[in-house]
């Protein structure tokens, strides 16, 4: 296979997006059924909040890890595992739950900064492309999770919500085998200022544009605080968003290529928008879900944009992720916090 052939690269960020696919329908449906298994809001809260701090804030040490080993497709594999291990450990319930959901977010961390360094090198000069179409296929997934939590829950098999992520198992070891080695990177002493130097910018755009941009979560935070919708509303914002980010991510990881300031403008304007949209219009349920659909627009942007302008390895994708994290929770905080003020 060689680097530059479009439709050999495009097969292989097809076979990822499918696991990113896959493992979405299983864990984003996991984290959708918490609130109905963890009645308690100060509880929901802990097992939420620690997961969290678990999936964004050991990235970069993951990525570093990962990079000195150079065992990109062990930790890929080692993390899409614990989405299975993590649901069925869950469902023995108690405090087997708190554990459970505690796995799979660490899964998150291991798996996230090899499979993005794995991403970028095959991406050579379509790295907004590359990006755009596994967001996209990432999202469906995404979209597709809640609604098999809301069956599965009620019938009382939860553990079915594990058979996605089991199922992402042949899909890597399939994009193994067609991933081309010469492009894998090498084991390497990971010089911290060089990955500084090609992180930074990235960095500081989803810092400081991830915080004003109101974030999908952002936005059904401050629809169920201000009462402009109700439990399924709310559902249907979230949705909203992912559609939304699933439209757009192709066009704008095309537009990077293209015209790479506008499509880093773009995320952060509209992004911004829609935070305004929802703090100023609380009454209008129509007007939340277009402040849901920017949201996912920026989603999108932040995802494929940002990610394509990491360009210093796994260790870099790390610290991506931890601004990521960052930012969600700003942007959670900060809308939440004007909402209030102004209402």
């Known amino acids: 296979m060689r680097r530059g052939g479009l439709r050999a690269i495009l097969v292989v960020v097809a076979l990822f997006g499918l696991v990113s696919m896959l493992g979405d329908a299983s864990y984003e449906g996991f984290r959708s059924s918490l609130p109905v298994l ?3 809001t100060v509880e929901l809260g802990g097992v939420a909040g620690v997961g969290e701090v678990l999936a964004w804030g050991l990235r970069p040490l993951t990525g570093l890890v ?3 080993l150079g065992a990109y497709w062990g930790f890929i594999l080692l993390g899409y595992g614990l989405i299975p291990l993590g649901i069925l450990v869950a469902g023995l319930g108690g405090p087997m739950l708190a554990l ?4 799979e977010r660490i899964g998150k961390a291991v798996r996230a900064p090899a499979r993005d360094a794995l991403l970028s090198s095959i991406a050579g000069k379509r790295r907004g492309l590359v990006f755009g179409v ?3 296929l990432d999202q469906f997934g995404a979209v597709l999770g809640p609604f098999i939590a809301m069956i599965v829950v009620s019938l009382g098999k939860f553990w079915i919500l594990a058979i996605p992520g089991a199922l992402t198992i042949p899909v890597i070891v399939a994009a193994m085998k067609l991933y081309p080695r010469s492009v894998v990177p090498k084991p390497r002493h990971v010089d911290l200022a060089e990955t500084l130097r090609g992180t930074w910018h990235s960095v500081a755009y989803v810092l400081v544009a991830g ?3 109101a974030s999908p979560l952002a936005i059904e935070h401050v629809a169920k605080m201000l009462g402009v919708v109700d439990e399924k509303g709310a559902f249907i914002i979230y949705a909203i968003a992912m559609l939304s980010d699933a439209l757009i991510a192709i066009p704008i990881g095309l537009l990077y290529d293209a015209n790479p300031r506008l499509a880093v403008a773009l995320p952060a304007v509209v992004g911004l928008a829609g935070g305004i949209l929802a703090v100023t219009s609380p009454t209008l349920p129509l007007l939340a879900y277009a402040a849901a659909a920017a949201s996912g627009v920026a989603e999108a942007g932040f995802e494929t944009v940002a990610r394509a302008m990491v360009k210093s390895g796994a260790t870099g ?4 992720g931890l601004a990521r994290g960052l930012a969600v929770a ?3 905080l900060l809308y939440g916090s004007l909402a209030a003020h102004v209402w």
């Open 317 to 320: 994708y790390g610290i991506y």
């Open 100 to 103: 459970g959901y505690s796995l």
């Open 211 to 213: 915080t004003l941009a």
């Open 38 to 40: 963890i009645p308690g």
């Open 66 to 68: 990962v990079e000195r």
């Open 330 to 332: 700003g942007s959670i």
């Open 134 to 136: 596994h967001e996209f």
